[in-house]
């Protein structure tokens, strides 16, 4: 007979997975758990091993990031930096008392966010049982935090349905993207640095044309020398151009670099 905390996740991730459908069968990255579990050196709720398989790395309705540890990323990887230094963030707030921590943050565990900023955290204040854990949220720009007295699965199935109302999150989160989009690499495309002798002339006229004051257009001010470098570098929409021009001033008044590129 199953237990009722494994037929209540069973039941949270078969309504998540009606609401919001996950890649098709034997696309996610299977997880080895007792790996994961003693990497992190605590058991995990059943109802997230389960999320996990079903989906993969990626993002829900738009809007949210859940933690994987198969994502292509190391700040979204369950095993990452990320949630111990979230926490060591969340420790110095409540141990200098800046800003309201509702919960001890040695029981806070990250484990998603959200394109806001917002974290969504495991209370882990019972180690022996992750199938209690609740779930908890914070605000990206503010103090407030939000608790949920349910499983991770079942705070996704809320958000998704429009049962559950999370104030730091958009009003119409429920109306918008509704689905799941896996995380996928990104290709690695070398930065494309320019080589050989530079046309300053070209690069002059660019920067007059989109507005920029060029060095040398006018007398330079004691204020320009103050700030001034050998080297100004201008950024343009086509990629990197660096322009060593020697003159002692610096890009747009302001832009400089302390030695050559």
């Given amino acids: 007979m199953l237990a009722p905390a494994f037929r209540k996740s069973v039941c949270h991730i078969d309504a998540l997975l009606r609401l919001c459908p996950p890649p ?26 389960r999320l996990a398989d079903a989906y993969g790395p990626g993002g829900y309705f738009g809007y949210l990031c859940v933690y994987h540890p198969a994502a292509v990323g190391e700040f979204t990887e369950l095993t990452g930096p990320m949630p111990a230094r979230i926490r060591a963030h969340l420790q ?6 800046r800003h309201p921590v509702p919960y001890d943050p040695r029981h806070l565990f990250a484990i998603g966010v959200t394109d806001n900023g917002e974290y969504l955290f495991w209370i882990t204040d019972s180690q022996d049982a992750p199938d209690t854990w609740r779930i908890a949220v914070n605000e990206a720009r503010g103090p407030r935090w939000f608790t949920y007295d349910g499983t991770l699965t079942e705070f996704l199935a809320g958000v998704r349905s429009g049962r559950t109302t999370v104030p730091q999150f958009p009003g119409d989160l429920p109306d918008g993207d509704t689905g799941f989009t896996p995380s996928e690499p990104l290709p690695y495309r070398p930065a494309q ?6 046309d300053t002339d070209h ?16 007398p330079a001010t004691a204020e320009d020398h103050e700030w001034g ?9 086509a990629g990197l151009a660096v322009w ?15 030695c050559p590129l």
């Fill in 193 to 198: 640095i320019p080589t050989g002798p530079m």
């Fill in 203 to 218: 690069i002059r006229e660019w920067a007059r044309t989109h507005g920029y004051e060029v060095p040398g257009d006018s």
């Fill in 24 to 49: 098709p069968p034997g696309s996610p990255t299977p997880v080895d758990w007792d790996a994961v579990e003693a990497a992190l050196g605590m058991r995990l709720p059943a109802d997230y091993q």
């Fill in 244 to 258: 060593r021009s020697g003159w002692g001033g610096a890009w747009a008044g302001r832009l400089h670099f302390d």
């Fill in 92 to 97: 110095r707030d409540w141990d200098d008392g």
């Fill in 229 to 237: 470098v050998g080297v100004d570098c201008l950024f343009t929409e």
